[in-house]
């Protein structure tokens, strides 16, 4: 991998759009999609807290492992609602702008 390393998150979602597409049953990504909606919020939700927990202990590689974690499991849920994370840039530059 070169360049960028934000430049992965765009990366990571095309990743995550093929192996849903593809639906390798040795992906968990695949899996994921395949368990519905309802199970990758609650694995967001579930991401959120730990990354919460982390940087309450205060461990700097504890807090990136988690917000990786979260920002994967968060990508999955935007995919699932068709809206990329430009969209979501989108409305944090709108917002931005806005005030």
Avoid at 23 to 37: K, M, P, R, V
Avoid at 55 to 75: K, P, T, W
Avoid at 90 to 96: A, G, P, V
């Amino acid at each position: 991998m070169t360049g960028n390393s934000l430049q992965f998150v765009v990366e990571l979602e095309n990743i995550i759009s093929k192996r849903l597409d593809d639906q390798h049953e040795d992906s968990y990504t695949a899996s994921l999609g395949n368990a519905g909606i309802k199970r990758v919020a609650q694995k967001v939700g579930e991401e959120a807290v730990e990354l919460a927990l982390a940087s309450i202990a205060g461990d700097r590689q504890e807090v990136s492992d988690e917000a990786a974690d979260l920002v994967y499991h968060l990508l999955v849920l935007l995919r699932l609602q068709d809206i990329s994370m430009n969209d979501v840039a989108k409305t944090l530059q709108d917002r931005h702008v806005a005030k």
